[in-house]
Every structure is written in C-alpha cells, then in structure tokens.
C-alpha cells in the first residue's frame, strides 16, 4: 500500500471541505501529530483509524486507499471488484477489473465488516 497516496487523498479530502488536521484529529480521538505523520505518509494507521477518518471526511475508504475512482457516475473508466465478504454486501467500485493483492483484499473486506457491524 502506499502510504504517500493514502496520505495525500486524505489531506485532498480535508481540504475539501476545509477542516484543519486539528479539527479532524478531534473528530477522530487522534493526535494532530499522528495526523500529520499519516498525511505525510510517514505512519500506518489502523482500520478502525481509516474508517473513523472516512466517516470525519464523509468519504469511503474506497476513495481514500485508491482517490476517487468515480466522480461522474455512468461514465467508463471505472474499477470494480466484488466479492461477497460474509456480511451479506459485496464491494464495488465500478465496471472494470482491477488488480489488488490479496492483503489489500483482505483489508477491504475487513473495512466492510467494520462499516456493516457500524450500521447495524
């Protein structure tokens, strides 16, 4: 995985809706620092640590791990991949294969369960 990019489609994500690391590392019971370290791309995070940012940021994690992969639905060029994860949902994230490792599919389905249990 790659933590430069993860970190930068954060800060994008912040930006956009113009919350400072401070204020997202409260939404989040996170340090401002390790905010800035994940921003960065100098620190891991947990998969509970992701979702909490995702739901602080209103986006999916989806498009924090990857960017955003559809910004004008029905159009081409989108990815997909889906399996059913035992939570009864499948993943997708559009119409084209794409090709993940195996530890990052196992963390997507992971990040499902969690977002599945959160819901219910």
């Known amino acids: 995985m790659d933590l430069k990019l993860l970190g930068l489609n954060i800060k994008n994500s912040r930006k956009n809706i113009k919350l400072t690391q401070a204020q997202l590392a409260e939404m989040t019971n996170l340090s401002t620092v390790h905010i800035s370290h994940i921003e960065g791309g100098s620190a891991k995070m947990s998969i509970e640590a992701l979702v909490n ?31 059913n994860n035992g939570y009864g949902i499948d993943l997708q994230l559009g119409t084209k294969t794409m090709d993940i490792s195996q530890s990052d599919k196992k963390l997507l389905l992971e990040i499902a369960g969690l977002l599945a249990k959160r819901n219910n």
């Open 53 to 83: 940012i995702c739901n602080a940021l209103n986006t999916t994690p989806n498009d924090i791990l990857w960017g955003q992969f559809n910004t004008n639905p029905g159009t081409s060029g989108e990815y997909s991949f889906s399996e």
